[in-house]
């Protein structure tokens, strides 16, 4: 059986992660357009994440205010940072990466005939932003590739 509460962590922990392998990209690119496409999806990010632990909060549980040391979205997200040490085109593909490790994840939540559906909105709503920052990478990897 789901426990709601766990996959809302969990979802909420990848965000979290996500939002810091954007900050940690746009530190290190190089180009002024793909700085800012990259600013632009982070601050996405960054309200989704808002979102998602106001839920937590509403239902008696702690914020997500610290990157995972171990998960493996960590390490996906934070590989994009490396990426841009050799070059935009390398990190856009990391970043492509990132998004479809995280679309996996809530999509595999999305199908989880378990999910109260009190959650199920609140993981939707957030859903629509990270198939948003799937499409955005797909479109730059187009563009840079």
Avoid at 52 to 66: F, H, I, M, P
Wanted: proline share 1%; charged share 30%; glycine share 4%.
């Amino acid at each position: 059986m789901t426990n709601n509460l766990d996959t809302l962590k969990s979802l909420t922990q990848t965000t979290r992660d996500s939002v810091e392998g954007y900050k940690k990209a746009i530190e290190k690119a190089e180009s002024p357009a793909i700085k800012s496409a990259l600013q632009n999806r982070c601050q996405s990010r960054e309200r989704v994440l808002e979102q998602l632990n106001a839920e937590l909060e509403k239902n008696g549980c702690e914020r997500v205010t610290d990157n995972s040391m171990a998960s493996d979205a960590h390490q996906m997200f934070m590989s994009i940072a490396d990426a841009f040490e050799s070059g935009d085109e390398a990190a856009i593909e990391r970043v492509e990466e990132g998004e479809d490790y995280i679309a996996g994840k809530f999509r595999e939540a999305m199908e989880d005939g378990e999910v109260d559906p009190s959650f199920r909105q609140v993981i939707q709503q957030a859903y629509q932003d990270v198939q948003a920052g799937e499409r955005f990478s797909d479109m730059l990897d187009k563009q840079y590739s």
